[in-house]
Nanobody
Framework: QSQLVESGGGLVQPGGSLRLSCAAS????????IGWFRQAPGKEREGVSC????????NYKKSVKGRYTISKDSVADTVYLQINTLTTEDTGVYYC?????????????????WGQGTQVTVSS
């Protein structure tokens, strides 16, 4: 069964940092672009970042640019999302997904495989 598994979420104080991980099971992640999506409480799920299959292209939602960094470890076949200077606006469930490309507009429709999500809560 092909699936993605996220990890690294938790409760963090404002101003802190987190690194989320996304690993694949049942397929080779490096063949796909990987996107990170966030669903804040009471809101629609939205794309926050993506990275191309080769790692050469990255895109970010405008509001997170400068604080979020997506990266890929091809040896470990894992994609990471580093989030710095966390605010309460970053609270939500973070999902990773695999799809055919990483576009400027990070829309979930093109992504095929999804993880179950990891909760990030930013609170003092």
């Amino acid at each position: 069964q092909s699936q993605l598994v996220e990890s690294g979420g938790g409760l963090v104080q404002p101003g802190g940092s987190l690194r989320l991980s996304c690993a694949a099971s049942g397929f080779i992640m490096s063949n796909y672009a990987i996107g990170w999506f966030r669903q804040a409480p009471g809101k629609e799920r939205e794309g926050v970042s993506c990275i191309s299959s080769g790692g050469g292209t990255t895109n970010y939602k405008k509001s997170v640019k400068g604080r979020y960094t997506i990266s890929k470890d091809s040896v470990a076949d894992t994609v990471y999302l580093q989030i710095n200077t966390l605010t309460t606006e970053d609270t939500g469930v973070y999902y990773c997904a695999a799809g055919p490309y990483c576009g400027l507009s990070i829309t979930q429709n093109s992504y095929r495989y999804w993880g179950q999500g990891t909760q990030v809560t930013v609170s003092s």
